[in-house]
């Protein structure tokens, strides 16, 4: 899969992004609580092997402009976030904090130099604690990888890896730290409202002194 399928697939996901957007806010009911996935509203930077032009995002339609190595997530999550500049390599991060890696050639790639690294910066709702491969039995050799500045970056190096032609991808996963889950200001109201309720019960079930 080139470029092509891919950006008309990022246009497609960026198209539908403001109606799908409105429709959650109206169908989450007030005060609910959300869960924060590990890479729910993440922005990330990239680079291959040093140099972040050489890697192409989403957000840019991977057109290789300055600072085009620097996207949000699909928020469809169909198409990748991004594309290494020679077109070798897709990145597919879903919030739920798996990363799929394609062999987008089209055909069979052996070892080379293919490292890159990516950074989330303050984007995060908590660090990442764990990356770990979870589906890598179409390609021959293990990815090295590693997280840096304190769970905001991690580093991925894909040298050693033998890759078929098909397109079916590696799979790692990505972990954080779970944030401490807050009440939204209308679940508070409502416990507030509970408990004054239940005290004005009280008082009038006492008996006179």
Same mark, same amino acid.
């Given at each position: 899969?080139?470029?092509?399928?891919?950006?008309?697939?990022?246009?497609?996901?960026?198209?539908?992004?403001?109606?799908?957007?409105?429709?959650?806010?109206?169908?989450?009911?007030?005060?609910?609580?959300?869960?924060?996935?590990?890479?729910? %509203?993440?922005?990330?930077?990239?680079?291959? &092997? @040093?140099?972040? $032009?050489?890697? #192409?995002? *989403?957000?840019? =339609?991977?057109? !290789?402009?300055?600072?085009?190595?620097?996207?949000?997530?699909?928020?469809?999550?169909?198409?990748?976030?991004?594309?290494?500049?020679?077109?070798?390599?897709?990145?597919?991060?879903?919030?739920?904090?798996?990363?799929?890696?394609?062999?987008?050639?089209?055909?069979?790639?052996?070892?080379?130099?293919?490292?890159?690294?990516?950074?989330?910066?303050?984007?995060?709702?908590?660090?990442?604690?764990?990356?770990?491969?979870?589906?890598?039995?179409?390609?021959? %050799?293990?990815?090295?990888?590693?997280?840096? &500045? @304190?769970?905001? $970056?991690?580093? #991925?190096? *894909?040298?050693? =890896?033998?890759? !078929?032609?098909?397109?079916?991808?590696?799979?790692?996963?990505?972990?954080?730290?779970?944030?401490?889950?807050?009440?939204?200001?209308?679940?508070?109201?409502?416990?507030?409202?509970?408990?004054?309720?239940?005290?004005?019960?009280?008082?009038?079930?006492?008996?006179?002194?």
């Amino acid at each position: 899969m080139k470029k092509r399928t891919w950006e008309t697939l990022a246009r497609t996901a960026i198209t539908s992004a403001a109606a799908i957007g409105t429709f959650c806010a109206l169908a989450l009911p007030a005060g609910a609580h959300a869960t924060v996935l590990p890479l729910q %509203g993440a922005v990330i930077t990239g680079s291959y &092997n @040093g140099s972040g $032009a050489a890697m #192409l995002g *989403l957000d840019d =339609l991977f057109n !290789g402009s300055p600072n085009g190595n620097k996207t949000a997530l699909d928020p469809l999550d169909t198409t990748v976030e991004f594309l290494s500049g020679d077109f070798a390599f897709g990145f597919d991060f879903a919030p739920d904090g798996t990363l799929s890696i394609y062999n987008n050639t089209g055909a069979a790639l052996g070892p080379g130099d293919y490292r890159f690294r990516f950074d989330f910066g303050s984007s995060l709702a908590s660090p990442i604690t764990a990356f770990s491969v979870l589906d890598a039995s179409m390609v021959g %050799g293990l990815p090295q990888f590693a997280i840096l &500045n @304190g769970g905001t $970056a991690l580093s #991925l190096d *894909l040298s050693s =890896l033998s890759w !078929g032609g098909d397109f079916i991808p590696v799979k790692m996963s990505i972990a954080a730290a779970r944030a401490a889950t807050v009440p939204e200001p209308g679940s508070m109201s409502i416990l507030l409202l509970g408990a004054g309720a239940i005290a004005l019960a009280r008082r009038r079930k006492a008996p006179p002194a």
